[in-house]
Structure formats: structure tokens, C-alpha cells
């Protein structure tokens, strides 16, 4: 077990590690397995430190209509609001691919977190970066069109995981078109006649089949963010 490749733990000392790892256990769950639920007691952290998947964090309503909140992959951690505050999961984690976690104690962790004061600075920063998203988040859904919300969408994971390939840039995981639809709250019907225009633009490109979204245009798709602020 390592916790040297997790990102929040980089300024920690190897003997700090160690006491955070002590009683810690390696998870390798299946694709699809959900790791905790909304509304689930916090008594664990997570840390990704190995594997090409990545942990799906959202929720689903009593209608059945999910959100995609965020997608972590290796070297994050996740569940650490639950785990500081002692309240309860504000959302579901759902595994994605082949990965290998940390499951990490709370009560270890809050030690870790009142010894070492580098892990604090770590966590203030990480979460400072996720609060600024969710702001942005929240302010896109409610002024901005579906078109503009997909389109930073796509270039946030584009320029957080994407691959280079003769095409253009490829978003390192699956994403069927019910899945860009979580992300944003939306039906899949308005994604798909969002993708077509794109498509019919060369904007990008989407194998239905394999559901890979490769962006052919970088600048192209940052335009459409700015498109609306123009006007």
C-alpha cells in the first residue's frame, strides 16, 4: 500500500504516511460497485492509487433523474467532507472501470489532520479548487444554455484527462450520452441534438458504439462558451 501518489498527501512525511496507512484497507471493487450512498454514515476516506477507471460522485432523485457531480481518478481522494464534519454522504460514489482505493479511517484520518499541519494546507486548497467548481457549476445552470454548460463541460475533462490521438482530443473514459446528460441535469434527447450539431460543425467527434468523445476543435469549442457573452 502507497499513499505517496495521492495529491493531498504530498507534503505528509514517510512516518506520518505510514500511521495514516496503518489500519487503512485496499479495496479493488467491480465495475458498477457503489462504495457508499447518499445519506450513508462518513466513517472513511477514499484515496484512487492505481487504475485506468474512475469513481463517479452524484445523485439521483425520486424520479429516478441523476447528476453527475464529479469524476475523480488516481491520485485523488474523496469523502473527506463526511469524514470532517461527522454528517452523513450528500452524495453516492459509484466505481467506473478497473481501480484500486484506500479506504482510509476516519478516525486515523482526523489524527493525521491535527498532526500534520501540511495535510491540513493540502486539504484547504483542494477543497478551495472543488468549491470554486461548484460555484461555477451552480452559476452555469442558471444562466447559461445547455449548449454553452456541455461545451465547458467537455473542455473541463478535456483538459484534465484528455489524450492526444491523430483526431483531435479524446476524453479518457466512456461517456454514453445518458452519462453527459448527468452531468448537466439534462435529458439525453437535448445532449444528442447537442452532439449532432457539433458533430455536423467537426466540432467533435462521438462513437456511439464505444462512447468516446474526441474534441476536433479546442478553440472551436471554447468559442461556444464565449458565444453567449458576445451577444
Known sequence: MSLASIIAFNG???PELSLLEHGSIILE???GATLFAQGDPADAVYAIIAGDGHVRIGAIDRRSKALMVEIFRGGDIFGEIGAIDGGMRTAAAVIEGKMKL????RAAFLSALQR?????????RMMARRLRRTFELFQDATFESLEVRLAR???YLAEREGRPTPHGIRLAHRFRQADLADLLGATTRSIIT????WRAADLVLYDTDRALLTVR???ALRAVTEADRAE
Open 217 to 219: 476543435d479546442i478553440a
Open 29 to 31: 471493487p467491480q465495475d
Open 102 to 105: 484506500v479506504k482510509i479511517r
Open 12 to 14: 505528509m512525511s514517510q
Open 194 to 197: 447537442v452532439l449532432n450539431a
Open 153 to 155: 463541460q467537455v473542455l
Open 116 to 124: 500534520d499541519p501540511s495535510l491540513g494546507e493540502a486539504l484547504c
